[in-house]
């Protein structure tokens, strides 16, 4: 939408905007209005960058790999080798195919996983509020907002309350404005001017505020703005690790084998046949270097997406299932995680419950779902308990003149209600506030906080109830602080679920500790932890009070032997997240506005679905169920990614390396080339077509115990010293084949090379002796026989021998390969048992290190 076209509206009144909008500002738009603004204006949603089937096909050619092939292909038919060519091309076809597949699936997983994640705002039809999709928003639907809510499109605010608007998105001010209803005196045509508008995408930093929509999806400033920007896109450890590693071995193998050709030309002097040695090279430097690393960490991470989602655990990005296997110290706000979040009012203090109750439930939020239900846990707890007490709301109607929100640095909500000509102001919330708000005795006092104290340490959650009259429709927040009548106080019981001990175990086991940083009372958080087993005496609590009184030291000390933090305002739970982030990778759980610095904070940012939108905006992960549980599960998948991962890493540069040394060292000795251009690529396709197959591998146990992290050094020596034994293996092919020919040597030692590889997966897979270990997954060894039985037909059949020159194997030369092969796999294991019992102990022999 152009500048121009909100400004019409800014000193228009909130009537004649409505007029124009075809709105109503009392009752909202009818369903048939709604169904024929959805038809005209779309849906409210920014025009996305889809990712189509022949940009992915595309990608598949944008590699320096492919480029090193195409120069190969190129060089073989300008040299008359119009055949190697034309199979280098296909090979690369072939290459591309398989990478298309495998990111076209994930691009499929990664759509799929949108519609998992839906956002919700509040609006008004038909008379009635109720949360919607903010897709289905449409021009001149009445959107209610309160602190925290990014603004689903542009409106014109026709009713505000103490309303700040962060618009740095759209103007880089950071500095929130004010915005009121009162039409300008003139148009205005700048965003910083436009203070009756509220604009797609700021946020609401505090207040409350209804606007008419004006325009949606594109046509909001935003959608401009969208439209006239790239979007940035976040790079996670794992994904820059994964690029740092690719660098360092294609560095690695281009040094190498620029030393061998040297050396070639050296030693053979005018023997060397350049053309030839260059198209060797080339493809040699593509059949050691991993070049479907790429393909095939987007594929464990989008089978692990999709996994997590079924467990009702949502990434935001692909990345993030391995970031997610990260966390070593998991930091919630809220006992709710813990518990099943279907709160019942379990007991009262009162002089009259009756009234406690009703006024309570008179103050209830009345949005709704799409269903006309509660959604507030509080709020249908007292709603049942009023039906309980046989309350009928619509017995005695109340007629709602204005409300402040729950705010949590305010830890209350007020409502002024009419009920049969009396005008009262309903407050609710947080116990001590409103005792302190309230005129009580000394005597009175004391009983209600030794009451609250004891319901505290049965982990139930304290809501209190006070009201007022003679108050203005206009009231602020200072009138419903002071000169409360006291009523009483709700003691809200949550049961803990089910599955939370089993899930406090499965944490420990895998050496994440879980730490709650709440704002609940230190009884409560204290009783719910004990229960639960987080912590052995429920009053081994700290509150925000108490912590804020330690010095730095002892700070870093507290913050490691105690589990439960209670009373915490958000700049405690920022400051404890940034402590724990000294030494650890660290989850933050978090829902609401006051949580967003410390879920920018930590390293995986997890929210729930009913998150406020400034939450959900820092988060990397959404989970679909609040529960412990589903985190842990999360937690476990992410590690068996990276572990699968690195088995393909290890897999493929221990044997890559071995085969890639013995035949560029045995070039340096013979006449002829020890394994031809098209005899490489053919030993690079069958040999990874199976490795592709890890990312379904199963995982053992011990690999999950605690996260890990990326070491280069590390992995450099576990392959260093497998590809040695690799290459002398390769080194038995040469001594006992190179001397009854090329085509002998160069078809055996095509065979050897790739079965070698073959059972090597078997080895590298798992630390432990390989019959101990878990079973591979089912794909991983049918691709493994498919890829043996093409290995032994293909020198048999006629293609083989016409295009690739192999000589058919006589059965003597077969049995000897199969038992070099099986040396070569009782080595590799006796190595393996070596290195992980001396060397790598520490690391459960997975060439990679937890931080320190």
Not at 616 to 628: C, F, G, H, P, Y
Request: charged share 15%; hydrophobic share 45%; glycine share 6%.
């Amino acid at each position: 939408m152009s500048i121009h076209r909100f400004a019409e509206y800014t000193n228009q009144s909130t009537q004649a905007a409505a007029s124009q909008l075809q709105g109503n500002l009392t009752s909202g738009l009818s369903t048939g209005q709604v169904q024929e603004r959805s038809q005209r204006y779309g849906a409210n949603r920014l025009q996305e960058h889809v990712v189509t089937w022949w940009q992915i096909l595309l990608r598949q050619f944008r590699s320096s790999f492919i480029y090193l092939m195409v120069g190969a292909g190129v060089l073989a038919i300008a040299l008359g080798e119009i055949i190697d060519g034309g199979m280098i091309f296909l090979f690369i076809l072939i290459n591309a195919a398989l990478g298309f597949y495998q990111e076209f699936h994930s691009e499929k997983t990664f759509q799929l996983l949108k519609h998992f994640i839906s956002i919700k705002s509040k609006v008004r039809r038909n008379g009635l509020e109720e949360f919607i999709d903010s897709a289905a928003i449409t021009v001149g639907d009445i959107v209610i907002v309160e602190s925290g809510d990014v603004l689903p499109a542009d409106v014109r605010f026709i009713k505000t309350h103490d309303l700040l608007i962060d618009e740095s998105v759209l103007t880089g001010e950071a500095v929130p404005v004010d915005k009121m209803t009162e039409a300008l005196p003139e148009q205005v045509n700048e965003i910083y001017q436009a203070s009756t508008i509220g604009f797609s995408g700021t946020t609401l930093v505090s207040g409350w505020a209804e606007g008419i929509v004006l325009a949606i999806g594109n046509q909001t400033m935003l959608g401009d703005i969208a439209q006239a920007t790239t979007e940035t896109t976040k790079i996670s450890d794992f994904e820059r690790n994964i690029k740092k590693f690719s660098s360092f071995i294609l560095r690695l193998v281009i040094i190498t084998l620029g030393l061998v050709v040297l050396l070639n030309v050296l030693i053979k002097g005018d023997r060397a046949n350049l053309p030839d040695l260059a198209i060797f090279s080339i493809t040699l430097v593509v059949g050691v270097i991993p070049e479907a690393l790429p393909v095939v960490t987007t594929f464990c991470l989008s089978r692990g997406a999709l996994r997590l989602a079924k467990r009702k655990v949502v990434v935001k990005r692909l990345s993030a299932v391995e970031d997610l296997g990260s966390i070593e110290i998991l930091c919630s706000d809220k006992t709710g995680t813990l518990t099943e979040n279907k709160m019942t009012v379990a007991d009262t203090m009162a002089d009259d419950v009756t009234q406690l109750v009703q006024l309570a439930a008179l103050a209830n939020a009345v949005v709704t779902d799409t269903l006309h239900r509660s959604i507030n846990s509080f709020d249908l707890a007292i709603t049942q308990k009023a039906a309980a007490l046989g309350l009928v709301a619509d017995s005695n109607p109340a007629e709602r003149l204005n409300e402040i929100p729950f705010d949590p640095n305010r830890r209350c909500n007020s409502v002024l209600i009419k009920q049969a000509n009396t005008t009262t102001l309903i407050v609710r919330g947080a116990p001590e506030v409103i005792m302190a708000a309230s005129q009580l005795g000394h005597e009175q006092q004391q009983r209600l906080q030794a009451w609250i104290t004891a319901q505290g340490k049965q982990g139930r959650r304290i809501l209190a109830i006070a009201s007022k009259t003679g108050v203005t429709i206009n009231y602020n927040v200072a009138e419903e602080t002071s000169g409360l009548q006291f009523i009483g106080c709700l003691a809200l019981a949550d049961p803990i679920k089910a599955s939370t001990i089993h899930a406090i175990r499965r944490a420990r086991q895998l050496g994440v500790s879980i730490k709650i940083l709440t704002g609940d009372s230190k009884e409560v958080a204290g009783a719910v932890a004990h229960q639960v087993g987080l912590i052995k005496q429920p009053d081994a609590v700290i509150t925000g009070a108490d912590f804020a009184r330690l010095s730095h030291d002892e700070q870093l000390l507290t913050a490691k032997q105690h589990h439960v933090f209670a009373r915490l305002s958000p700049e405690q739970k920022y400051q404890l997240i940034k402590l724990y982030e000294t030494n650890h990778d660290v989850g933050f759980l978090g829902d609401g506005i006051n949580d967003a610095p410390a879920l920018k904070a930590a390293n995986v940012a997890l929210v729930v679905q009913g998150a406020t939108d400034i939450a959900r905006e820092a988060a990397d992960i959404i989970l679909l169920e609040q529960s412990l549980d589903t985190i842990i599960t999360g937690i476990q998948e992410g590690r068996g990614v990276f572990t699968n991962t690195i088995k393909y890493i290890k897999a493929t540069l221990a044997s890559n390396y071995g085969n890639f040394y013995s035949v560029a060292i045995a070039s340096l000795f013979i006449d002829f080339l020890p394994m031809l251009p098209l005899q490489i690529l053919l030993v690079n396709l069958l040999s990874d077509f199976p490795m592709i197959a890890i990312a379904t591998d199963s995982v053992d146990q011990e690999e999950l115990r605690r996260p890990r992290s990326y070491d280069i050094k590390e992995i450099f020596l576990l392959c260093t010293i497998l590809g040695v034994i690799s290459t002398l293996i390769d080194f038995v092919f040469f001594v006992l084949f190179y001397k009854m020919g090329p085509a002998i040597l160069q078809t055996n030692w095509f065979i050897g090379s790739i079965l070698t590889e073959l059972v090597f997966i078997f080895s590298i897979r798992t630390h432990r002796f390989f019959l101990r270990s878990r079973r591979p997954s089912g794909s991983l060894i049918a691709l493994s026989l498919a890829g043996v039985i093409g290995t032994i037909v293909i020198p048999f059949t006629a293609l083989g021998q016409s295009l690739f020159h192999f000589v058919t194997p006589s059965w003597n030369h077969l049995m000897i390969i199969f038992t070099i092969v099986a040396v070569y796999f009782v080595l590799t294991e006796l190595v393996k048992f070596l290195y992980y019992s001396h060397l790598g102990n520490s690391n459960y022999g997975t060439a990679i290190t937890p931080r320190s």
